[in-house]
């Protein structure tokens, strides 16, 4: 599951850098590229909760009833809004401390920031700029560097969990 949704964010940021590399000049690739990216996006986030889901059952095994949400209520979380806004966060941390990693929470917070960075700034974007092309370079950019931090925190949650489990 891990590999899995570090390979669709890896694609999800590649539409997206083609996709506004070739804005307006014509080229055939922008088209295909926007028309794979709602897919792509739809199926990271499956992924990516699919994911978060095993992780948090494995992290009940390893530290039981020290969770802030059930496992249930880590997926919900990020479907609530407002909620959205940080409690996924803490799951993940719960998670992180759950398979017994002291410290280096940099991963977790920096891809926080960047999720963050998105909502915040993706809707102010609309709102200042109303018929604004959401594909200009500071919004790819933002997406590309969330996507990066999301497949080195995957990469790090999954990691310690695979070490906790050979213990």
């Known amino acids: 599951m891990a590999l899995t949704t570090q390979a669709l964010l890896a694609l999800f940021a590649v539409a997206q850098v083609m996709s506004n590399l070739n804005t307006g000049t014509g080229s055939r690739i922008f088209p295909t590229a926007i028309l794979f990216e709602m897919p792509l996006f739809l199926g990271t986030i499956v992924a990516f909760l699919c994911w978060l889901r095993r992780c948090r059952l494995n992290a009940e095994t390893f530290a039981p009833n020290t969770h802030k949400y059930s496992v249930g209520g880590a997926v919900g979380v990020w ?5 959205n806004c940080w409690a996924p966060r803490r799951v993940m941390l719960d998670l992180w401390r759950a398979n017994g ?21 993706i809707s102010a974007y609309v709102v200042a700029v109303p018929h604004g092309n959401l594909n200009n370079p500071v919004v790819v950019f933002i997406n590309v560097a969330a996507a990066v931090l999301t497949i080195v925190m995957v990469e790090q949650v999954t990691a310690v969990q695979r070490a906790k489990i050979k213990e």
């Open 79 to 83: 479907l609530v809004p407002v909620l």
């Open 101 to 121: 990693s002291a410290g280096a929470t940099w991963v977790i917070n920096g891809w926080w920031v960047t999720w963050i960075a998105k909502m915040v700034g």
